[in-house]
């Protein structure tokens, strides 16, 4: 569990140092966290390291989301959700993490910035930051992932 809790922290320092150099918001907390396992073999020892009380709350293709029972404390506060994802060989950064904003706001700011993408889903959409050799990325969603998930507090 050691291994995959440095991997979530480090991903969430990563994401909120880029967080801070390029955005204004640098009091957003964390609302989610993806750590990107590199190996198979990696993806195989952090799957199994998550304990018994902590619960899948998202399966999709590219790996789990679980709620963590005893949250892991990050540099932007509290992350309760970890997402560990597959490898994949388009996606070499260690992982991000979801900041929660005031999207309107955020959006309007930085959408036209060129290191920022948006990027959009069914149910939401995110501005994704994004900047080469950084190693990871920051997301601001329009909707929080624990609404998306319907988790409450």
Same mark, same amino acid.
């Given at each position: 569990m050691d291994d995959l809790i440095k991997a979530a922290k480090e991903a969430v320092s990563k994401s909120n140092d880029l967080k801070n150099k390029f955005t204004y918001a640098t009091d /957003?907390?964390?609302?989610?966290? +993806?750590?990107? +396992?590199?190996?198979?073999?990696?993806?195989?020892?952090?799957?199994?390291? *998550?304990?018994?009380?902590?619960? *899948?709350v998202e399966d999709t293709p590219s790996g789990y989301t679980y709620l963590l029972k005893e949250p *892991?404390?990050?540099?932007?506060? #509290?992350l309760r959700l970890l997402k560990i994802r597959k490898p994949d060989p388009k996606r070499k950064e260690r992982g991000d993490a979801d900041f929660n904003?005031? $999207?309107?706001? &955020?959006?309007?700011?930085?959408?036209?910035? #060129?290191?920022? =993408?948006?990027?959009?889903?069914?149910?939401?959409? $995110?501005?994704?930051?994004?900047? #080469?050799?950084?190693g990871t990325? /920051? +997301? &601001?969603?329009?909707?929080? =992932?624990?609404k998306v998930l319907g988790l409450s507090g």
């Open positions: /957003a907390p964390v609302e989610f966290g +993806c750590v990107f +396992c590199q190996t198979p073999e990696e993806y195989e020892k952090f799957t199994n390291t *998550i304990t018994p009380l902590d619960r *899948i *892991i404390e990050t540099v932007s506060g #509290p904003t005031n $999207y309107e706001e &955020f959006s309007s700011r930085y959408q036209s910035d #060129p290191r920022f =993408k948006i990027v959009e889903h069914k149910t939401f959409k $995110y501005l994704r930051l994004e900047v #080469p050799g950084s990325m /920051a +997301c &601001f969603s329009n909707r929080p =992932k624990s």
